[in-house]
């Protein structure tokens, strides 16, 4: 249970604190929505250096963060999922944006949680704040800045985010400008979500789930250009509704849980897909690592196992059966090519056909997307086209994660 610590006002000139809103205060229920979110990971360092392994004592971390979605009012949800102690937030803000570390400061509004401006959340859980109420527009960065007063330990985190966090010492929740936050991360921490609040929203969220290629493993740093980034866009644009929220982890297997490549897909996905506010939809691409990784040692440490096709294709199967319990629609994508990357084998190669073909022609998912055949090179099938490889011949570049947003948008959009 969520103990909740009141302190002194924080009032600050210019902050509003929020209202408590109290069960069954209001006629109807808020229908909250998904505006954006992060699978949220143990504390590594493994694999991306950053502040997780030592946590936050007597500072302030300000994450940015762009909205698939706006509304009148906002909530921000956080975790300690990975906590071992109950993690003492002492102070919290939402602004928009004004570039870097900046805020615009008559936007600046306090968090609190059951009305107190300090709070506690218990190791293993997840809290939303109470509503802040300021219109945000779909598109538009917000930040929030949690500041710790006291040691934190090892922090819950998201590790490659693609975008830049900041940190400063003391408490710096209220300031409007960057000068103190001096110290940068390209990851974030213990923020799981944000949840804008409108009439009519109907289970209009779309959720991405995937490993890196979902996550936007090697797009350009704080220029949105993940999949899920231009997905949303296209979606805009084909006049559907809702946002497109992304639940990828850089690394992640479909089968086997980690502590550096994030639990399996099997693990999570009722959490991360199925629990996201409004969720209608859900694209699964995931099952790469599986099987590049098979008998090497991963990012972990520890010897991934060997997989058939069978054994992913069974996964896919819980995946599906799930969403269908819940009432949400599955797409399912192919795997991409991978000859040239240090897991290619024609081995490797063997099982992802095998598992592709499944996809294609087994109709276990309700709908099918081929970013196997849309990705590819056009005289060679086993491999990335050039114009959509980042480099390393596994992840797309920018132009390849628009070009997957735009096959995953026709087959949404039809």
Same mark, same amino acid.
């Given at each position: ?35 954006? =979110?992060?699978? #949220? ?11 997780? =392994? ?6 302030? #971390? ?8 706006? +509304? ?7 975790? /300690? ?6 993690? &003492?937030? &002492? ?20 968090? %609190?949680? +059951? ?15 109470? !509503? ?26 998201? =590790? ?25 991360s390209q990851s974030w921490y213990y923020l799981a979500g ?9 289970? /209009? ?10 996550? +936007? ?5 704080? =220029? ?5 980034d231009h997905l949303t866009r296209q979606l805009t644009a ?5 946002? #497109? #929220? ?45 099987? +590049? ?30 969403? !269908? ?8 994508? %192919? ?51 050039? %114009? ?8 797309? /570049?920018?132009?390849?994660?628009? &070009?997957?947003a735009a096959a995953i948008g026709a087959v949404i959009l039809?």
């Amino acid at each position: 249970m969520i103990a909740l610590a009141r302190r002194a006002s924080l009032a600050v000139a210019g902050l509003s604190t929020l209202a408590l809103v109290a069960c069954g205060a209001e006629a109807a229920a808020p229908e909250w929505s998904g505006a954006w =979110a992060a699978a #949220v990971q143990h504390p590594a360092t493994a694999v991306t250096p950053n502040w997780s =392994a030592g946590g936050f004592a007597d500072q302030s #971390v300000r994450q940015v963060v762009r909205l698939a979605d706006g +509304g009148p009012q906002v909530r921000v949800r956080l975790s /300690n999922r990975y906590g071992t102690a109950p993690l &003492a937030v &002492a102070g919290a803000t939402v602004a928009r944006s004004a570039g870097g570390a900046a805020v615009i400061p008559e936007t600046v509004r306090r968090l %609190t949680v +059951g009305g107190a401006e300090a709070f506690e959340i218990a190791p293993g859980t997840e809290i939303s704040s109470d !509503r802040a109420t300021t219109p945000l527009a779909a598109g538009e960065s917000i930040t929030v800045t949690l500041y710790f007063a006291r040691p934190t330990g090892p922090a819950t985190q998201h =590790a490659q985010a693609a975008a830049t966090s900041y940190r400063a010492t003391g408490d710096h929740t209220a300031a409007s400008d960057a000068a103190a936050f001096t110290e940068s991360s390209q990851s974030w921490y213990y923020l799981a979500g944000i949840d804008t609040v409108g009439p009519g929203r109907v289970r /209009n969220v779309t959720v991405a789930f995937g490993d890196s290629i979902t996550d +936007g493993y090697r797009s350009g740093i704080d =220029a949105d250009q993940r999949y899920p980034d231009h997905l949303t866009r296209q979606l805009t644009a084909g006049g559907r509704p809702g946002a #497109v #929220v992304n639940a990828g982890i850089s690394g992640n297997r479909l089968l086997t849980d980690s502590t550096v490549l994030g639990d399996s897909a099997l693990t999570r996905f009722r959490r991360d897909v199925l629990g996201q506010p409004g969720v209608g939809t859900a694209v699964v691409l995931i099952g790469i690592n599986d099987i +590049g990784l098979a008998g090497m040692t991963g990012p972990d440490g520890l010897l991934s196992p060997k997989v058939s096709a069978e054994q992913v294709v069974a996964g896919y199967r819980e995946l599906i059966a799930e969403a !269908r319990a819940a009432g949400v629609r599955v797409i399912g994508a %192919t795997l991409l090519p991978f000859a040239g990357s240090p897991y290619y084998s024609a081995d490797k190669d063997r099982v992802r056909m095998e598992v592709n073909g499944w996809i294609r022609s087994a109709g276990a998912f309700d709908a099918v997307v081929d970013l196997d055949r849309a990705m590819a090179a056009p005289t060679d099938p086993t491999r990335l086209a050039d %114009t959509y490889d980042s480099g390393d011949h596994l992840h797309p /570049n920018d132009s390849g994660y628009a &070009a997957m947003a735009a096959a995953i948008g026709a087959v949404i959009l039809t």
